[in-house]
């Protein structure tokens, strides 16, 4: 994929992201890569709200791995960083970064499958169509 299949995002740190510390709480930065997924499927034309409705096929996590390399503090301005690094039949691997000025916090690594009924099923075609054109140069 290029750097058209790519995604940035802005993220402010509200107070309910943070612990006890005023940092961010670890399990806060899983909402943030994930609204950093759902921009980028926006940015193609797709919501999950249609892809569900229209063909009954949602996105789950099937694996994840996450560094955390520096602490976000209430009130920074973050930005999320999203790459589509793999697409396979039903599933689509994600390079994600959160950075705050240019500094990395955070890197993950995400697997997400299309599930229909419990099972795994392809990715829709449209939504493939506009990947393929995505990273062969298209606009997004």
Known sequence: MNDRSSGQMKIRVYYEDTDFSGRVYHAA???FLERGRTEWLRAFGFGHREIAGSAGIVFVVKSL????????????????????SKIRGASLEFHQRIAREGRTLVTATVLVAAVRDDRPTRIPESLRRELDRAEQGGDV
């Open 29 to 31: 930065y899983l909402r």
């Open 65 to 84: 791995q996450i560094e955390y390399v520096a602490p976000a503090l209430m009130d920074d301005l973050l930005d999320v960083e999203t790459r589509a």
